[in-house]
């Protein structure tokens, strides 16, 4: 059974950072790209960013682009977000899914399901 769990939110205040964390089990996590996804309060879900599967190749929402960075961890499993100079409407529950390929060109994709999500806060 494939599982996703985020974690690393929290709250800070506007300018700071945090680095949100996906372990991705039940799946050969080397074979996929993947994706983390965002909901605002009150708003639907926004695909963030993307990275491939191997060889590079991140891609990043206009609204993100420049402040936060994708990265993985084949040998462990792992997705992370680093998020810097965060603003207030960066707040909103942080989620990580499967894409269903492994390479893309966008920050978007087919993607499985999500985690749980991890909430992130940014206070004025």
């Known amino acids: 059974e494939e599982q996703l769990v985020e974690s690393g939110g929290g709250l800070v205040q506007a300018g700071g950072s945090l680095r949100l964390s996906c372990a991705a089990s039940?799946?050969?996590?080397?074979?996929?790209?993947m994706i983390w996804i965002r909901q605002a309060p009150r708003k639907g879900l926004e695909m963030i960013s993307v990275?491939?599967?191997?060889?590079?190749?991140?891609y990043y929402a206009d609204s993100v682009k420049g402040r936060f960075t994708i990265s993985r961890d084949n040998a462990e499993n792992t997705l992370y977000l680093q998020l810097n100079n965060l603003k207030t409407e960066d707040t909103a529950m942080y989620y990580c899914a499967r894409c269903a390929a492994a390479y893309y060109d966008s920050p978007s994709c087919d993607y499985y399901s999500r985690g749980q999500g991890t909430q992130v806060t940014v206070s004025s």
């Open positions: 039940g799946f050969t996590f080397s074979n996929y790209a």
């Open positions: 990275i491939n599967a191997a060889f590079g190749g991140t």
